[in-house]
Nanobody, 127 residues
């Protein structure tokens, strides 16, 4: 089992920045592909970003490319989502997810591929 705990959400104005963190426990963190997803009210959960086990491979949804950066610190069992130039449409509950795998590719875009999920953290961007 893997436990994931997100933090760092909050209320920010348009154009502002936030850094989300997700701390994992229970298994060897470096064995997992990590992803961030989000779900806005009335909408389906959508892919935001993913990062390879070593941190060198990153994947982003088109809607966040150039504004968000995913990174990980395996020594701290933590994955981050740095969010810049935030827009009201970024308002959502953000979830981190984990999948024990050696390679992800486009599978990492699919929320059904992941095995473990955190409880989520709310991000609200005011206009």
């Amino acid at each position: 089992q893997v436990q994931l705990v997100e933090s760092g959400g909050g209320l920010v104005q348009t154009g502002g920045s936030l850094r989300l963190s997700c701390v994992a426990s229970g298994r060897t963190f470096s064995s997992f592909i990590m992803g961030w997803f989000r779900q806005a009210p009335g909408k389906e959960r959508e892919f935001v970003a993913a990062v390879s086990r070593g941190g060198t491979g990153t994947y982003y949804a088109d809607s966040v490319k150039g504004r968000f950066t995913i990174s990980r610190d395996n020594a701290k069992n933590t994955v981050y989502l740095h969010m810049n130039s935030l827009k009201p449409e970024d308002t959502a509950v953000y979830y981190c997810a984990a999948k024990e795998a050696s390679y992800s590719g486009t599978s990492s875009y699919n929320d059904g591929w992941y095995d473990y999920w955190g409880q989520g953290t709310q991000v609200t961007v005011s206009s």
